[in-house]
């Protein structure tokens, strides 16, 4: 078969444009070995073309000319890694108009508007394709959408930012502060220009938004997640809970629930240190899916960072030329956001580590028990070591059996209100992710 010639326009020349241009102009011809498809980088438009850039182009396809993709008729791919939300989206909505094809990283975009950018994608007769949005370079949007596509999803559990991952490894592993190890991941390329982003969990969920609209089949807006971050995590927890058997993960959970809710949460999570995912580290990510027929899958990769990303992006690439995405993108119907089909928070039922830092005196435990007993919270293990300070204040950790989310506030609020109480209680959730034939 003769090899056809696939002309591209890439918008954004930063960390993920030129991973995506050294494959594109490295290994054009063992991808047209591959697959038959001649991959043409036409253009690259980034605001600044002076910039020292790892990629070397050939004269002529460096521009800040937006219009020389848009107006370009060859151009049939239009990538866009720009990323934010605002000029991003007038990027892509241009392309589309334009008669392009667009492929995209951008998972805030994509979480906070895909579905009026798919709708505009359906009726310019068009697709946008988004493996990289998600997880790096794990094929983790193609698994979803084909090849567990026998399954109703039944829950997902992620830990899909490769920079908190690398973070809250390196302060579990080397005694790294938060902000050195933070510093790190800025410098490797994984954390988003904004990287408040990264560490709030705001980009966890952003992805959650994007796998759990596809695992469910409805839309789902970052606003519909709970989320808390890893800004405030004490490296003393992630101490306590390692001799207690658990491994701190910013996991991005999306649940079916008992009652048929979706359950939708980003937060910092205790979880079995013999799990698979206690032991994905660094950059990695990986995230567990379960499905009504297949039961566990786990996928596993590099989360962040140039050269996994532009992977998905270029993997997108072929898909498209092929023809491939174009027909599953038709298919991407999501039902309209329905608020009262996601479970709240305060219903939550889990398992908590709590720390709180108590006055080492007579009747201080009666105290802490009394309020477990006042609202119907059970505990499953104490751990108090004996410490020797001037203040005579000591830490308390308490496991409770499983509870309610909201059961579990009003105790923190009344820990908060002893005397012998010093610190602000600190509360993790215990996340007992199921084993396969559970
Ligand atoms: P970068 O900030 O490294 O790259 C963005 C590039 O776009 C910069 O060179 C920037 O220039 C340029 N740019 C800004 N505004 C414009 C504009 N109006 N027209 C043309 N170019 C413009 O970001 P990344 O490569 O890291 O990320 C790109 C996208 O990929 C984002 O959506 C991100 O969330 C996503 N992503 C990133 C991953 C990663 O590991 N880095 C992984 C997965 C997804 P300047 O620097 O001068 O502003
Ligand atoms: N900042 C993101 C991360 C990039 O650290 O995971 C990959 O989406």
């Known amino acids: 078969m003769a090899d056809k010639t696939i002309k591209i326009g890439l918008v954004g020349f930063g960390t993920v444009g030129s991973g995506v241009a050294k494959i594109l102009l490295e290994d054009c011809d063992y991808i047209k070995a591959k697959t038959g498809l001649k991959l043409e980088l036409v253009k690259i438009v980034d605001v600044d073309t002076k910039k ?26 239009a990538i866009e890694l720009v990323g934010g939300t605002k000029i991003a989206k007038d990027i892509q909505l241009k392309m589309l108009a334009a008669g392009k094809d667009v492929i995209t990283a ?14 505009a994608a359906h009726k310019a007769d068009k697709c946008i394709a988004f493996e990289a949005s998600c997880a790096g370079g794990i094929p983790i949007i193609s698994a979803i959408r084909t090849g567990l596509a026998a399954n109703k999803i039944k ?10 991952n690398y973070i809250l490894t390196n302060m579990t592993s080397k005694n790294e502060s938060f902000r050195t190890a933070l510093k790190q991941a800025q410098d490797k390329g994984y954390a988003e220009a904004d990287p408040t982003l990264d560490i709030s969990g705001g980009d966890s969920a952003h992805k959650l938004a994007i796998l759990s609209s596809i695992s469910f089949g409805c839309e789902i807006h970052p606003e519909d997640i709970f989320v808390e971050g890893i ?18 993960k910013l996991l991005a959970i999306g649940q079916k629930t008992a009652e048929g809710k979706i359950s939708l949460r980003v937060h910092p999570s205790f979880i079995a240190s013999e799990n698979a995912l206690a032991r994905v580290d660094g950059p990695f990510n990986a995230i567990s899916i379960f499905g009504h027929a297949v039961g566990h899958t786990m996928f596993y990769g590099r989360g962040a960072g140039m050269m996994p990303t532009a992977s998905a992006i270029v993997a997108d690439i072929i898909e498209v030329a092929m023809g491939n995405s174009k ?3 038709k298919h991407l119907t999501l039902e309209p956001r329905n608020k009262d089909s996601i479970a709240k928070v305060d219903d939550l039922m889990s398992r908590f580590y709590i720390r709180l830092r108590v006055l080492d005196k007579p009747g201080t435990f009666a105290q802490i028990t009394s309020i477990l007993a006042k609202h119907e919270i059970s505990l499953s293990g104490v751990l108090q070591h004996e ?18 989310q909201k059961k579990i506030s009003a105790a923190l609020a009344d820990f908060e209100k ?21």
């Open 155 to 164: 829950a997902i559990y992620g830990i899909v930012n490769g920079t908190c």
């Open 52 to 77: 020292e850039r790892p990629v070397k182009l050939p004269a002529g396809v460096l521009t800040n000319d937006l219009n020389s993709i848009v107006n370009d008729k060859d151009i049939q791919i």
């Open 231 to 248: 800004e405030n995590i004490d490296i003393a927890d992630i101490r306590y809970g390692h001799e207690m058997g658990y491994t701190l």
């Open 106 to 119: 951008n998972k805030a975009l994509l979480a906070e508007h895909g579905n009026e950018l798919y709708t």
């Open 387 to 404: 410490e020797q300070n001037s203040n005579n204040v000591v830490p308390v950790i308490i496991i409770t059996h499983q509870t309610q």
């Open 418 to 438: 002893l005397e012998m109480v010093k610190n602000k209680p600190v509360c993790i959730r215990i996340v007992d992710i199921p084993q396969d034939g559970d």
């Open 327 to 329: 027909k599953l993108f």
